[in-house]
């Protein structure tokens, strides 16, 4: 399937019934938290003047907590996407909420407006790292929340976060593995940031947080990553988009941020799993040729050669060859003794 078109409206904090420690919507989203029926048409045709392709278009409502919105708001808002889903405009309908704001009522009215997916905020399923994070629902409602969307025939996405107080990696990926079981159609991985103006950019200051540094996030987020990949999920964003605000320059004052956080993350795990891959099958020569698709061709070199001066310093050998070749996500082709079509999904430890 081709990618979709995303209309993106911004709802920032609009609804919430608290504050996480790590949230600071008008800051991450660099929005106000105005938004009225007017802006959302105005955003859509907006969006829809630009896009070349006028088929797989989402209207996205980010931010927030859109289903604990008033529901006679939700309504309005629902209504003016749906109009333009209607008369195929637009394809698909997504928001995102949190998972102690549904309910039967919620989802009747949702699927009403032709709803397709909805993403929880769920963050964690550890009960101290929902309690430490000020997260205000227990992990028992997310079940609840998830089996009742999966139940009405809708989409079901997660996010977690990594790096929350009280967080270690052993329960990120419990958490992990738990969404597995929740057979989701899709997932996004957030790394914490501390962000000005919130109670963990206190807790920071007073020596009460310690955030994950870029480089020690790294295998923390492969090793998840490696979770959802050999489980077949769809793993839709790894780490915050940057923006004006989002940014070390910006908002951001600690914590494991990078422009291109998920090439960052996909490069490490290729380098993981192919130097395992060469010490045990033992299948190396002086020249190796590796054979990928573009964008793996990208992770095994990694940012500025960096992976492959690595890996030829590890593996001791005189050259390194990386060519693009037209293979699925998780295949390598080696060039060696031997030819050998590769899942690095075996490989990654």
Not at 18 to 27: E, G, H, L, P
Not at 69 to 86: D, G, N
Not at 144 to 166: F, H, N, R, W
């Amino acid at each position: 399937m081709s990618k979709r078109n995303i209309i993106p409206i911004f709802i920032p904090h609009y609804g919430c019934p608290n504050d996480c420690v790590f949230c600071n919507q008008r800051k991450i989203t660099g929005m106000s938290t105005d938004i009225s029926n007017s802006d959302v048409e105005k955003t859509i045709l907006e969006y829809l003047s630009y896009f070349k392709r006028k088929d797989n278009i989402e209207v996205a409502f980010y931010g927030g907590s859109f289903t604990a919105i008033p529901i006679e708001e939700q309504t309005e808002f629902l209504k003016v996407a749906y109009s333009f889903k209607k008369k195929g405009l637009v394809q698909y309908i997504r928001l995102s909420t949190r998972p102690d704001a549904i309910d039967k009522d919620i989802l009747d009215n949702l699927k009403k407006y032709d709803v397709d997916i909805i993403e929880l905020g769920v963050q964690s399923l550890d009960p101290e790292v929902l309690r430490l994070s000020n997260r205000g629902h227990d992990a028992l409602c997310v079940y609840e929340s998830a089996k009742l969307i999966k139940d009405y025939g809708l989409s079901l996405g997660l996010q977690q976060m990594v790096g929350l107080p009280g967080d270690n990696l052993e329960k990120s990926l419990y958490t992990a593995r738990e969404f597995v079981k929740l057979k989701p159609y899709c997932v996004r991985i957030y790394p914490t940031l501390v962000i000005k103006e919130t109670a963990l950019y206190k807790n920071l200051k007073n020596g009460n947080y310690k955030a994950l540094e870029l480089e020690e996030s790294l295998k923390y987020v492969a090793d998840i990553l490696n979770v959802y990949y050999k489980n077949n999920i769809n793993v839709i964003r790894v780490g915050l988009q940057p923006t004006e605000n989002i940014n070390f320059n910006g908002d951001v004052v600690a914590g494991a941020f990078h422009p291109a956080y998920r090439q960052l993350v996909e490069s490490y795990y290729f380098k993981n799993a192919l130097i395992n891959y060469f010490k045990e099958s033992n299948n190396l020569a002086d020249e190796l040729v590796l054979r990928a698709k573009g964008k793996n061709i990208s992770n095994i070199s990694g940012q500025a050669s960096k992976n492959k001066e690595e890996l030829i310093k590890e593996l001791k050998i005189k050259k390194l060859s990386l060519r693009q070749k037209d293979l699925s996500d998780f295949e390598v082709e080696i060039i060696a003794n031997r030819d050998e079509i590769i899942d690095v999904r075996k490989y990654y430890r």
